[in-house]
Each structure stands twice: as structure tokens, then as C-alpha cells.
């Protein structure tokens, strides 16, 4: 027994120490913003001529997010910041597409490693209207990558959409709603250390943006909070009584006021008749006392004024009594 104990400890003391040996990946994020400050303040700037607006309209998350509006053909409209340069760069929104690009046209996304999406130099994402189908796709240095089968992105929803700037493995990809949609292994030669979010070369097209996230690893999607159901107003429960000392029920009180009536007609027929004597004394005491003790008793409701005057009583009986003794 003693030596499966040992074992069992060494076990796991030996896991433990393999354990520590595996390098644990970190993440690390390096930016966020949901919008709620209701402004730009987290990012250097904004960018282009298209509107950039925080709004209320449809939260992913909280209640601001923000308002990309190209107002027109080709028009930029941006934020970007800088970022701690990394070789591997997540860059993670929720997009909501207010409304689609027109026939054979395209409309870009985000960007790493540009403060415009569309410049050709960084990575971005776009979605192109091929004919009423719609693609997601990804351009890095100009060079263009859409998915081989049209996801179909339709307005009103939002899509957890993450691009990643990979300079280590020279590697692109876009997941939509966590699924690799598009993956391209275009050399890249920088550590990137600007990040944009919003449109560039779009013709008047919206879009919505909340819950970004960079990162050096995955983000994913993140839920929406479940609305909290109201719980229901707790009655306050009504604090028990402390248990009163039961109070005896009728029997009880009419054995009591026997009792008493009893030692009354005694008391009354020896106080009338009687021969006074040290016996008769004794006893109107021990009746005082128990008329006492059961007149302070509040168990019974009807002792205390039987109590009480039994207990006068046997004062009068008590002194009477003396007072013939000594005649
Ligand atoms: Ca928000
Ligand atoms: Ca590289």
C-alpha cells in the first residue's frame, strides 16, 4: 500500500516537472476597443474622408459601436493605431454590413500593417459582389485572394471577422465566425505595427464595428451576453417567530382553577370553623408561595388575578390565624 502511495506521488511529481518543460504559448492582446467611451480616443486617428461616427444603432456589445460610411465611390473612411510591432498579428471585429457592394465591385476591410486597407501595401480583407454572389476575400500588397465558394454575407448580422499577419510563416488568413474562409502565403517582410479598421474604396457603403481585438493569437468570437433574466422579486420571508411558550389549552386552566378553588373552600371552611393552629400557618404559606410562583407564571393566562388574589388570601388567613393563636 505504502509503495503504491509513493509511486502514485511520484507520478504526478514527475508530470509536474515535464509539465514546466513545455514552453506555454502566451497570448498577448495588444489592443482593444469596444467602442464604449463613445469615441475614437483609443486609436491614433482617424482617417479619409467617409464618415467615421460612433453610434447606438445596433451594439455587438455594450451600447456604442462604431459607423464607417464611405459616402461615396472609393472613399476611405478609417481609424487606425499603432501597435508593438509582432511577427504573427490577429486583428479581430465584428462587422455588420449595412448594405453590399454593387455588381463586380469591392469593398476593403480592415488592414494590418497600413492605416488604409486598400493601399496595397498591408493586409486586408474585402467582400466582392461577383454577379449577386458575394466572396470574402483577402489582399496583401495588391494581390488578391477570394474564397473559392461564395459565403454570401448578407446584411443585418453581425460576423466575427479575424485576419492574421503571420511574418514568421509568411502566411494570411480570414476566419469568418472562427472558419478559415480564406488562407494565402504571401512573403511577407515586416513585423507590422499599424492596425485599421473601417472601409477604404468603397462607393457609398456602411458598415458596422464593434468588439475589436488585436492579438498575437486567436481572439475568436466572443458571445453576446444572454439577456439576464429578471429574477423574480424574492419574497422577503417573513422571519418565523421566535416559538412562544406554549400556552396551555383550557384543561390545564380548569385543572389550575380547581386546584385553587379547592384550597380556597379548605382555607375558607378551616378560616370560619377551624381551630387556629402552626400546621394551618404552614400551609397558607406553602398556598402564598404557590400562588406566587403560579401568579408571576404568564403560562397560564388565568393564574395571575387567581394568583394574585389567592395569594392576598392567604396573607388575610396567614394574619388572622396568627392573631388567634396569640388570643
Ligand atoms: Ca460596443
Ligand atoms: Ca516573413
Redesign the pocket.
Known amino acids: 500500500m505504502e509503495k503504491t502511495k509513493t509511486k502514485i506521488l511520484l507520478l504526478f511529481i514527475s508530470s509536474l516537472m515535464f509539465l514546466s518543460l513545455i514552453p506555454m504559448v502566451s497570448a498577448e492582446e495588444l489592443f482593444s476597443d469596444?467602442?464604449?467611451t463613445n469615441n475614437f480616443s483609443e486609436w491614433d486617428n482617424t482617417e479619409g474622408t467617409g464618415s467615421k461616427t460612433i453610434v447606438t444603432t445596433q451594439?455587438?456589445?455594450?451600447?456604442?459601436?462604431a459607423l464607417f460610411n464611405s459616402n461615396g465611390a472609393g472613399i476611405e473612411a478609417t481609424a487606425y493605431v499603432g501597435i508593438t510591432p509582432s511577427p504573427i498579428i490577429y486583428l479581430r471585429t465584428y462587422i455588420q454590413i449595412v448594405n453590399l457592394p454593387a455588381n463586380n465591385e469591392k469593398m476593403y476591410i480592415n488592414s494590418i500593417g497600413t492605416d488604409t486597407p486598400a493601399s496595397g501595401t498591408g493586409l486586408a480583407l474585402y467582400v466582392f459582389n461577383n454577379a449577386g454572389s458575394y466572396y470574402w476575400g483577402l489582399v496583401y500588397n495588391a494581390q488578391e485572394t477570394s474564397e473559392n465558394t461564395a459565403s454570401n454575407p448578407t446584411t443585418g448580422q453581425y460576423y466575427c471577422v479575424e485576419l492574421l499577419y503571420d511574418n514568421t510563416n509568411n502566411l494570411q488568413k480570414l476566419y469568418i465566425n472562427e472558419v478559415e474562409k480564406v488562407s494565402t502565403t504571401y512573403d511577407i517582410t515586416n513585423d507590422a505595427s499599424n492596425v485599421a479598421i473601417g472601409l477604404d474604396y468603397a462607393n457609398n457603403i456602411q458598415i458596422y464595428i464593434?468588439?475589436v481585438v488585436i492579438s498575437t493569437t486567436l481572439t475568436g468570437e466572443t458571445p453576446q451576453p444572454t439577456a439576464t433574466p429578471t429574477p423574480n422579486p424574492t419574497e422577503t420571508p417573513i422571519p418565523t417567530e421566535p416559538a412562544n411558550i406554549p400556552i396551555p389549552e383550557l384543561p390545564e386552566n380548569i385543572f389550575v382553577a380547581l386546584v385553587i378553588a379547592f384550597f380556597f373552600v379548605v382555607f375558607a371552611t378551616v378560616f370560619l370553623f377551624g381551630k387556629p393552629c402552626y400546621e394551618l400557618i404552614l400551609i397558607s404559606l406553602l398556598i402564598m408561595a404557590f400562588s406566587i410562583v403560579i401568579g408571576a407564571m404568564i403560562v397560564i393566562p388565568i393564574s395571575p388575578i387567581i394568583g394574585i388574589f389567592m395569594a392576598v388570601y392567604c396573607v388575610i388567613v396567614f394574619v388572622i390565624n396568627v392573631l388567634r393563636l396569640q388570643v
Do not use: N, Q
Open positions: 469596444d467602442f464604449e451594439p455587438y456589445l455594450g451600447t456604442y459601436h464593434d468588439s
